[in-house]
Structure formats: structure tokens, C-alpha cells
């Protein structure tokens, strides 16, 4: 096979320049994908136009979870699956049940701050913004204290400890969104100005939890956000929707919370603290959390509770020597549903979010059954729900593996892989750069097709940690993530950006993601092939790629490895 992959690739390098043998408009829904030329390039851009276009029809209702639009979708996968002479991949089950509950607080919520000779009540939505992902009626804060604890951060290996000789049990802490890198573009400190997962936002509440504090407020800041306020205002107005738990004591907080830079400053300001000077000492080493001078908070919300099931989807290709090894690949299935009441297409097909990366499971899929001989380890193809809920899918099987984690070799993940439809690129453009020894792999494929390895545009949104991927990084398993570059091999740079910002400002998370005969995906089908080639090498190995020294991930995979005997 590798002599067929290396054929592929050349013949997408030589098309690449012309355009001319990869036609943008695939055969009709449903034509026979055999009848089509057997050039593996254009076999897989024919396949990903067929199911694209299927799971992104008005048909499927935008793929919300616990809807028919999920009953639809999964009934596909699995279709699509057994035709391809897969196996159910959850211990003869097709299906990996996901319990989901949704938590909606009433906008009613005022966040009271009260100190000696300082109120403010704070409204909901262009003030501040609360909620809790405990799964409750009610949750508050009664008069809790208010500690400044910096970023938040308790990273032993990088020798930073905001928590550092201060209790915070049962109190509330204000922190600062991003990681002291970004504050201070010091490549030595953190990543500089790539986000670590220290810097996201949902790092922040569950440091807290573990602190034993009752509360958090996030500043909000633009820059080191990466978005304005706007966008978590509207996220605010959202249900929480979180795997099901019992109460989830142990890992939330009671209150979570943001508040934009100006009542910051109010609340700095009441305790007798210059924000800008105390933001700028919590970015140094040796800060200190402290105090905001007796300054307390406090708020109710009341909520409605709400439980589903939903389904992740998993198809195995078994080992043939090694068949408790698993290389993973992940897409998710679903997006945003349908909205009632809005005017026009209310419907959010996602056809690029991310119908796109789940059509390339069914491609690679294939090009592993096709193989001349069975890879020696086994290939899961795990579908997975409600990413657009907070990774919930991938987070449920990472917390409940069918495959144990010291076997995991890696996962590499798919979405949205035809976002701006910007055809051949002599970049690849990653995720996490530099994260682990994947990316070795990765240059190796990406030599075969003439291109180069670049880092993702902007390292400091923290994307690394906002798709499917992260929810089996976190748990140890080196994971990849691509992300479409915009070095267009026909029409530059320039042109490729402006096609991306497009996508973006036009059609991301909005009912016009519709999928269009015309695409060009050849684009997808580069992504599609890299991702093949560094599987299938990886699946009939012995290696198991290593987590690169620094990376917040590497001590949970060493502490995996270390616990099981020695591999043969």
C-alpha cells in the first residue's frame, strides 16, 4: 500500500497545478463510488462530496443531539460503516451511550459585590455574565469572600503556583483569562505568546474546584481572550450542557462567572489595588495571590434541569497481531440543530462543521480496508457527539475508554477540514506545534506531497484546546489536529486568507454552512491522505510517540506508561 499512497500522492501534486483532473462537482448523491476513476485522490474527493452533501441535507435538521436529526445521523454512520466491512467498536455495540445534562439559568441573576465602602449590582449580560455547571435548581454565593489569585495557574512542572500559602476554600476567586506568557511575550515563560491549556478559560473553573473555592470571576480582556465581550455574553445566554453527574460537587464550582475590564477595575479599585499594576505582578514569577479588602459576593440562580442520551459512534477495524493496540481517529458528528422563531433558514446544517471531518472517517476507513494486508494494530473510527457542546463526546470516552489508555497509541483528529474551500496548499499548518512526536510522522507524509510544516496562524487563541482532540490529550494520548493552511499553490497566501476569513465571518456556526456542488476539496483530500499515511505507519509499529518535555500532557502519559510492563 505504501507504494499505491506514494502514487497518490504524486499524481495530487501533478493535478494540484492544473486543476484540471480533479473536478470540484462530484457524481450525483448516491452514484457508485467504484464506477468513478480509481486515482485514490479523486476517489476521495468523490467520497467526500457524497456524504457531505448527505449528512449536511435539510434532512438530517442540523445534527442536534438527543433530536431526530441524531436518530438520522447515527443511523448513517452506521450504515456506512457495516457497508464498509467494519466491526462494531464498543465490545460488539455500535454505540457508546453519552449521558447529557442541560443546565439554563435564568437571566434574572444579579452578581452583588459589597465591600466597607463599595456596591455594585452587577446585571446579567452587559455587566457580567453567571452561571454553574453544577446540575442543580439552585446554586449561590452568600457573602463570599473575594481573593485575587492571578492567573489561576498550579503548574508544578513550569514551577508556577498562583494557589501558592493562601486558602481559598469557600471563597471566590477573581483571575486573569490567557497565561503569563501572553502578558508578557516572553518566549521562556509558558509558550510566549501560544495559549497553553493553563490559559483557557475552563482550566481556570476547574483549578478553582480543586482549590476548593466556591466561586470564580474571569476578566474578561479582549486581547488575551482572543474574542470581545460579545462573544461571551451570547454564550452566557446558553444552557450549560455538561455530561450527566450526580452533582458534580468534586469537580465545579458553584459559580462561575466573567465580568468585563471596566467593572474590573471598579472592583480593584474599591479594594484599594491598581488593576494594571496587580495584572502585571501576576504575570511575574513569585506572585502572590491576596485579598480584594473584605470585598464579598454574592448571587442565586435559579435553573432548569435537563437530561438526554446521546451516541457516540464507533466503527473498529480489528489488529491483526496486536488487536488491544488502537490508533484513533475522531470527527464529530453533530452541530447546532435548528432554531425555532428565527426568520428565514433556520436551520444549521454544518456542512464544513463538521460534516467535512466525518465524511473523511468513511475515506479512511476505506483505504484501511483496502489494504493489502491488515495493519497490525487495531483502527478505531470514533464518531462523537456534542462537540459543540464543550467536547462532551470526546470527553465521555476519554473518561470511559473502550480501549485502555496505556494502549492508545494516538488519536488524530478531523473538523471542519473544508473550511474556506481553499483547494492544494504547500503549507501544513498545525495545532499545538510542537507538541509532540507525531508531528514526525506528520513531515514525513508531508515531504511526499511537496509540503512543508508550519505553526497554526494565531498559537495564542488556544485552538489546540477547542476540538475533539484535547479530550484525549488531557488524558495522556498524544494527539494531532490539523488546521486548513491558506498558502493556496494556485492563488497565494493573500488569496487563501481571504478566502478562510470568509468562511469565517459568513458561514461558520450560521444556517448558510450549506454544502455546494462546486466545492473545491482537494484541499481535504491533502489532509485526508497525510492523515492515512501517518495511521497506517503508525498502526503496524511498535512505536508509541512520546509527548514532547514541557507539554502539560506529558506527565499524565508517562505516569500511564510507567504503570504497565514491558511491551515486546
Not at 27 to 48: F, H, M, Q, W, Y
Not at 141 to 159: D, H
Not at 383 to 395: H, P
Amino acid at each position: 500500500m505504501r507504494t499505491t499512497l506514494l502514487l497518490a500522492s504524486a499524481l495530487l501534486a501533478l493535478t494540484a497545478c492544473s486543476g484540471e483532473n480533479h473536478p470540484s462537482s462530484p457524481p450525483a448523491v448516491g452514484a457508485d463510488v467504484a464506477a468513478v476513476s480509481p486515482d485514490p485522490g479523486e476517489k476521495i474527493n468523490t467520497e467526500l462530496h457524497r456524504h457531505i452533501a448527505e449528512l449536511a441535507s435539510d434532512a438530517y435538521q442540523g445534527r442536534e443531539p438527543g433530536t431526530a436529526g441524531e436518530d438520522k445521523t447515527i443511523a448513517y454512520l452506521v450504515g456506512e460503516f457495516e457497508a464498509l466491512g467494519l466491526q462494531p467498536g464498543n465490545h460488539g455495540d455500535w454505540f457508546q451511550e453519552v449521558p447529557i445534562t442541560a443546565v439554563k439559568t435564568a437571566h434574572d441573576a444579579v452578581l452583588s459585590l459589597r465591600g466597607e465602602n463599595y456596591t455594585a449590582d452587577l446585571s446579567f449580560g452587559d455587566e457580567m455574565v453567571v452561571f454553574t455547571q453544577r446540575q442543580v435548581p439552585v446554586a449561590e454565593l452568600v457573602e463570599s469572600p473575594l481573593v485575587f489569585a492571578g492567573y489561576g495557574i498550579n503548574a508544578p512542572e513550569r514551577n508556577w503556583n498562583d494557589y501558592a500559602d493562601i486558602d481559598v476554600t469557600g471563597k471566590t476567586v477573581v483571575v486573569l483569562i490567557n497565561d503569563p506568557g501572553f502578558a508578557t511575550q516572553d518566549p521562556a515563560l509558558f509558550n510566549g505568546n501560544a495559549m497553553t491549556y493553563y490559559g483557557r478559560w475552563s482550566y481556570k473553573f476547574e483549578q478553582a474546584a480543586r482549590q476548593g473555592a466556591a466561586g470564580v470571576i474571569i476578566v474578561h480582556e479582549t486581547a488575551p481572550a482572543a474574542y470581545g465581550w460579545d462573544v461571551v455574553r451570547n454564550g452566557g445566554m446558553s444552557a450549560k450542557i455538561g455530561l450527566t453527574a450526580e452533582n458534580r460537587k468534586a469537580d465545579t464550582v458553584a459559580v462561575e462567572s466573567w465580568i468585563p475590564l471596566e467593572q474590573a477595575r471598579a472592583l480593584f479599585a474599591a479594594a484599594g489595588v491598581d488593576y494594571a499594576q496587580a495584572s502585571a505582578a501576576a504575570a511575574r514569577p513569585g506572585f502572590k495571590a491576596f485579598p480584594l479588602a473584605g470585598i464579598t459576593a454574592s448571587v442565586t440562580l435559579n435553573n432548569e434541569v435537563s437530561n438526554k442520551i446521546s451516541h457516540n459512534v464507533a466503527a473498529l477495524l480489528p489488529g491483526s497481531k496486536y488487536p488491544d493496540e488502537v490508533v484513533i481517529y475522531t470527527a464529530h458528528w453533530d452541530h447546532l440543530g435548528v432554531r425555532p422563531g428565527t426568520e428565514g433558514d433556520n436551520i444549521y446544517n454544518g456542512a464544513s462543521d463538521n460534516a467535512s471531518g466525518t465524511a473523511a472517517l468513511f475515506s479512511l476507513a476505506r483505504m484501511f480496508t483496502e489494504q493489502a494486508q491488515r495493519p497490525e494494530r487495531s483502527v478505531l473510527f470514533l464518531a462523537v457527539t456534542a462537540e459543540e457542546s464543550g467536547l462532551l463526546g470526546s470527553r465521555w470516552y476519554g473518561e470511559n475508554p473502550i480501549f485502555a489508555l496505556d494502549k492508545t497509541v494516538a488519536n488524530f483528529n478531523m473538523d471542519n477540514i473544508a473550511a474556506g474551500q481553499i483547494g492544494p496548499t504547500s503549507e501544513v499548518a498545525v495545532v499545538g506545534f510542537g507538541n509532540s512526536e507525531l508531528e514526525n510522522y506528520l513531515a514525513r507524509a508531508a515531504e511526499k506531497q511537496g509540503r512543508k510544516l508550519v505553526q497554526e496562524p494565531f498559537p495564542e487563541k488556544g485552538f489546540y484546546y477547542r476540538s475533539d482532540h484535547f479530550s484525549l490529550a488531557r488524558v495522556g494520548v498524544p494527539a494531532l489536529y490539523l488546521t486548513r493552511s491558506t498558502a493556496s499553490e494556485e492563488h497565494g497566501r493573500e488569496w487563501g486568507e481571504k478566502r478562510l476569513q470568509g468562511y469565517i465571518e459568513n458561514h461558520y456556526h450560521k444556517p448558510s454552512d450549506e454544502y455546494d456542488p462546486g466545492w473545491d476539496l482537494r484541499g481535504a483530500v491533502q489532509e485526508v491522505q497525510l492523515l492515512y499515511h501517518m495511521g497506517s505507519e503508525l498502526a503496524s509499529s511498535r512505536d508509541f510517540p512520546q509527548w514532547t518535555d514541557g507539554v502539560e500532557f506529558k506527565a499524565i502519559r508517562d505516569a500511564i506508561m510507567a504503570a504497565v510492563p514491558d511491551r515486546e
